[in-house]
């Protein structure tokens, strides 16, 4: 009986709870807020623009990466002589006009049409000068304008030919009155603000810091030659098949005017060199070879800072994030944008979710973080490790002002906005320490944003970074700053909150499955380094740091400019019964080739401060734990999404996890008083006389015959188990499939929503069967109204348990 009434949890549950997540992960329209002032008048009349990103496979065609850069003949000789053994016929190499054609490269796109292709990708595969081969891969970015009376309040004139800006500062109590009546605050949100006054960028104006000395590439829509906010565009570059150089949407002018613009709405570093990279069409369309073209070509140009406002959830595009590696280790210093995919955690785009890139998330003028701004944890380390901190650094990216497409200003809102924002500041502190150019790339860039920011109040570091963006600050430390390795936190303190969330509402007890923390290690002192030795944990024993045990793993090369270090915290059996805190700190030290004139290899020791909170072990029926190591998404298998509804990106990027989209699951079952922990492992790995619950969340991953028979010995041995099944159906399955290049057929998912049969199979011996039925809907269950979204129904089930029935829609007949 003890099954039957957990299930009974389990359906109950998964209701109220699951369909929220879907609610918040399946949507992933970003909303950004545009902002146009209008000629003179009282009303600011606002737009919102809906971005969608989608991705797709390019039929035939494949980017050949090398070991190497060669020539054009070279690379093609290779490929001959890969293609022609082969037996491949029909084959050609995709001739590719750009600028960097001029210039030995390091990839090719080659399109096969032969009916056997794939024997074709396996001897370009094995051949000696190539690296890997991987589909070409199309971005698609669409942008909506629609109208919105959101904001429609008077305000004060303000646009092209009214006496600029004005705005009204509130002081103490008072509110901003118009036209006799108080306005709300969500008013004060919505005017646009000057931003480079907001940073104060003007004290470093007044010093001659201007960004002169800079080349700052931008990597968007294009931008006019004539626009008259610029003085230095030095280049403009095409990488698309459109033969103009000119911005015919409107972003890349905007977000190059946030950091460039020397009128109206000025941007940071106006005498900086503007380098346009136009690798969207007027469509907005773009590729991955035209990225690694373009990024090839800022290398060569020896860009010093590159702006790149787009992003996307695939971190295992290899060639893209190779090249973004390359780039960094070249010294640019890439500043991307977070993602708009907020609320819901674990949205984290890349390339800004890599060690090497600042990434930026948004805010709003009060200081919040704003809806619309993706946030941590990274889920590259998932499922046996744990994420790290991103963004960060945090600044304004809604209702920031820049230029518009034909002069003028507008007002964006989105983190796209809030990356121009952080490389107009880079850029312009580049400039303030140009004399010291030798100190300067990504690691020393981002350790001294990182140590100036201003902490937010009452804001995770999940979700804010180290903080606010400080440019004085900044600046300051740049100024005295000495090659150094640094770690990203600074210090881990497991107990406080809200900033070390989810950390600090759970303490340690022994007898826990470990608690990982994964720790950036920022190398300031060159591209590449080691740790000497390996990392020291040192307990205070006066502050009881015996009592914790400590495993350390990190990288054994650091490059470019970053590694890891990956700490894991369990509580000796001496601390069962302990209540308390327990201190101590770890030590490494970093180790990197000299710098130009020096002889000794350069050395840097950094201290990470520990303390965490020690509880007696908590009794069996308060423990849960959840399981992660079922829990897959795409890449590298195909897995739908869960709420078929959402048409615009099938697949399931973001997957499920205790502290990302079911967060709030979380936070509740901690506020009753249950303890949660992570299951990284098969469930042949944890005692579960420990446990008094096992929630099985959404499982993609098949179960090994060994963890059916262990699951069924835990139950009988008072295991309680909570499963939220999704939905598994053939026929919509087929629906769902899509053309994969690198294995030339059509794919099925792996699975529908859940593994549906792989629970079936688990739950047999009791009796229990899901069906393949399809149910979404809306009920009423006591006082609470639910929506089901995309779920599976029960077929099977003992008769002595406990069922709640209601009528759904069916989806797989729509």
């Known amino acids: 009986m003890r099954l039957c009434a957990c299930f009974f949890l389990c359906v109950v549950f998964c209701s109220n709870y699951l369909i929220y997540c879907n609610e918040i992960s399946d949507n992933k329209n970003a909303v950004e807020n545009n902002l146009e002032s209008p000629l003179c008048c009282n009303l600011t009349s606002t737009e919102k623009i809906e971005v969608e990103y989608t991705s797709k496979l390019i039929e035939n065609e494949y980017i050949v990466t090398f070991n190497g850069y060669y020539k054009n003949n070279a690379r093609a000789s290779y490929i001959n002589a890969a293609l022609n053994t082969s037996g491949i016929r029909k084959w050609r190499i995709l001739a590719r006009e750009n600028p960097a054609s001029d210039y030995p490269s390091d990839f090719d796109v080659v399109i096969l049409e032969d009916p056997d292709s794939l024997v074709g990708v396996d001897a370009l595969n094995e051949h000696p000068s190539v690296k890997r081969v991987t589909a070409q891969r199309m971005v698609l970015r669409t942008l909506k304008f629609v109208d919105s009376n959101d904001y429609m309040q008077p305000v004060n004139c303000v646009g092209v030919g009214c006496n600029g800006w004005r705005l009204r500062r509130i002081q103490n109590n008072q509110f901003w009155q118009a036209t006799g009546r108080h306005t709300s605050r969500r008013l004060l949100r919505a ?230 924002v952080v490389a107009g500041a880079v850029t312009l502190l580049a400039s303030g320490v140009l004399h010291r150019s030798e100190i300067i790339n990504p690691a020393s860039m981002k350790q001294a944003l990182i140590a100036s920011a201003r902490r937010l109040p009452g804001v995770n570091m999940f979700e804010q970074g180290h903080g606010k963006l400080n440019l004085v600050k900044a600046y300051q430390i740049l100024s005295s700053y000495k090659p150094q390795a640094s770690l990203s936190p600074s210090y881990i303190d497991l107990s406080e909150c809200p900033y070390m969330w989810p950390y600090c509402t759970q303490p340690l007890y022994y007898g826990s499955l470990p608690v990982i923390v994964n720790v950036t290690i920022l190398n300031g002192l060159d591209v590449s380094g080691h740790i000497v030795g390996k990392p020291q944990w040192h307990p205070y024993s006066p502050q009881h740091g015996q009592l914790l045990d400590v495993a350390i793993s990190y990288s054994e090369f650091l490059w470019p400019w970053s590694g890891w270090l990956a700490i894991s915290f369990s509580v000796s059996a001496d601390g069962a019964t302990y209540e308390g805190f327990a201190q101590g700190h770890i030590t490494l030290t970093v180790e990197s080739p000299p710098a130009n004139g020096e002889l000794e290899p350069r050395q840097s020791t950094v201290t990470l401060p520990i303390r965490a909170k020690i509880i007696p072990t908590p009794p069996r029926h308060k423990r849960i734990l959840w399981d992660q190591y079922h829990n897959l998404r795409y890449p590298p298998g195909y897995f739908p999404r869960d709420n078929l509804k959402v048409k615009n990106d099938p697949l399931d990027w973001n997957g499920d996890h205790i502290h990302t989209n079911f967060k709030d699951m979380y936070q509740n079952l901690r506020n009753v008083g249950y303890y949660i922990e992570v299951l990284g492992s098969p469930f042949t790995c944890f005692d579960a006389s420990q446990y008094g619950t096992l929630l099985i969340v959404d499982p993609e991953e098949e179960f090994f015959p060994e963890e059916v028979a262990k699951l069924k010995r835990d139950v009988d041995a008072g295991l309680s188990i909570i499963i939220f099944a999704d939905w598994y159906n053939v026929t919509v399955m087929k629906k769902v499939k899509f053309y994969d290049e690198n294995t030339r057929q059509w794919w099925m998912p792996d699975t529908g929503g859940a593994n549906v049969p792989a629970l079936n199979d688990l739950l047999a011996s009791w009796g229990i069967e899901f069906g393949d039925r399809v149910f979404e809907g809306e009920f009423k269950f006591g006082d609470h109204e639910m929506y089901y979204a995309s779920g599976t129904n029960i077929a099977k089930f003992p008769e002595n348990g406990l069922l709640v029935a209601k009528y759904l829609k069916d989806q797989a007949y729509q």
């Open 191 to 420: 005017v646009p603000r000057q931003i480079t006054s907001v940073l104060q960028a003007d004290a470093l104006w007044n010093m001659g810091i201007t960004g002169k000395g800079i080349k700052v590439a931008i990597f968007d829509t294009g931008l006019s030659k004539t626009h008259p906010h610029f003085r230095k565009i030095k280049e403009r570059t095409n990488w698309t098949n459109e033969k103009t150089l000119d911005d015919g949407l409107g972003h890349g002018t905007f977000v190059a005017g946030v950091i460039a613009s020397s009128k109206e709405c000025l941007g940071f570093a106006p005498d900086s060199e503007l380098h346009i990279f136009r690798v969207f069409t007027n469509n907005q369309v773009s590729y991955t070879s035209w990225f690694l073209d373009a990024f090839n070509y800022a290398i060569l140009k020896k860009i010093n800072v590159l702006n790149l406002s787009i992003g996307g959830p695939d971190f295992k595009d290899h060639p893209f994030v190779d090249k973004v590696w390359e780039l960094t280790a070249n010294r640019v210093i890439m500043v991307s944008a977070i993602g708009n995919d907020g609320p819901l955690y674990g949205t984290l785009n890349n390339p800004a979710d890599q060690m090497d890139v600042i990434g930026v998330g948004g805010i709003n003028f009060e200081d919040q973080i704003a809806k619309f701004s993706s946030r941590g944890m990274t889920t590259w380390e998932l499922p046996q490790g744990y994420g790290r901190i991103k963004p960060d650094i945090v600044t304004f990216g809604s209702a920031v002002r820049g230029s518009n497409i034909n002069g003028g200003c507008r007002s964006l809102s989105g983190t796209s906005v809030a990356s121009p």
